[in-house]
T-cell receptor, first 112, second 118 residues
Framework: GEDVEQSLFLSVREGDSSVINCTYT??????LYWYKQEPGAGLQLLTY?????DMKQDQRLTVLLNKKDKHLSLRIADTQTGDSAIYFC????????????FGTGTKLQVIP | GAVVSQHPSWVICKSGTSVKIECRSL??????MFWYRQFPKQSLMLMAT?????????EQGVEKDKFLINHASLTLSTLTVTSAHPEDSSFYIC??????????????FGSGTRLTVV
């Protein structure tokens, strides 16, 4: 079945860039998502990218997609302490209402 | 490791009937499980948090008598949608917390259940 993998932990210094990586196995993935979960809160959709795109930028967030290698990354520029959270990569093979497969989440720790 | 199995993946039911969704942790003990609901093209909405052996904690606006959550064992949590109506049609997904390297933890998710009420 589909599999989405992420590293579990990332630590960066405030002001540096963070890069969270994700790999997936489903070649029919259409949408790829990044969610953020802050302590005690639900998942917040940060951004998503269609599989026919290579890059999407939204303010401090840059998503890169390498469809050939099935590799997705989320870059957070000028990382702030408020960015400390768990980030989930997810994929689905149609418009956001079908089966969604999530990674295990990457815990981002921002050191002041 | 840290696999959660969710069943069924897809169910259609008649209005007024009840539907039970199961979420099992296969290779670890899940003391805490979460139930989410996702509307089309929106973020997952946390419905409730359940701890094994105690009552679930529901988020504001979620009817606890309608969405019954049971977490009677360390490997099984169930969500029962009672007297389902078409507006309950949605994508429901469970999540379980697992620990690694001592005090750190991560979240693993079931594959989701698409409920359609007709």
């Amino acid at each position: 079945g589909e599999d989405v993998e992420q590293s579990l932990f990332l630590s960066v210094r405030e002001g540096d860039s963070s890069v969270i990586n994700c790999t997936y196995t489903d070649s029919s993935s259409t949408y790829l998502y990044w969610y953020k979960q802050e302590p005690g809160a639900g998942l917040q959709l940060l951004t998503y990218i269609f599989s026919n795109m290579d890059m999407k930028q939204d303010q401090r967030l840059t998503v890169l997609l390498n469809k050939k290698d099935k590799h997705l990354s989320l870059r957070i520029a000028d990382t702030q302490t408020g960015d400390s959270a768990i980030y989930f990569c997810a994929e689905s093979n149609s418009g956001g209402y079908q089966k969604v497969t999530f990674g295990t989440g990457t815990k981002l720790q921002v050191i002041p | 490791g840290a696999v959660v199995s969710q069943h069924p993946s897809w169910v259609i039911c008649k209005s007024g009937t009840s539907v039970k969704i199961e979420c099992r942790s296969l290779d670890f003990q899940a003391t805490t499980m979460f139930w989410y609901r996702q509307f089309p093209k929106q973020s997952l909405m946390l419905m409730a948090t359940s701890n094994e052996g105690s009552k679930a904690t529901y988020e504001q606006g979620v009817e606890k008598d309608k969405f019954l959550i049971n977490h009677a064992s360390l490997t099984l949590s169930t969500l029962t949608v009672t007297s389902a109506h078409p507006e309950d049609s949605s994508f429901y997904i469970c999540s379980a917390r697992f620990s690694y390297q001592g005090s750190n933890y991560g979240y693993t998710f079931g594959s989701g259940t698409r409920l359609t009420v007709v």
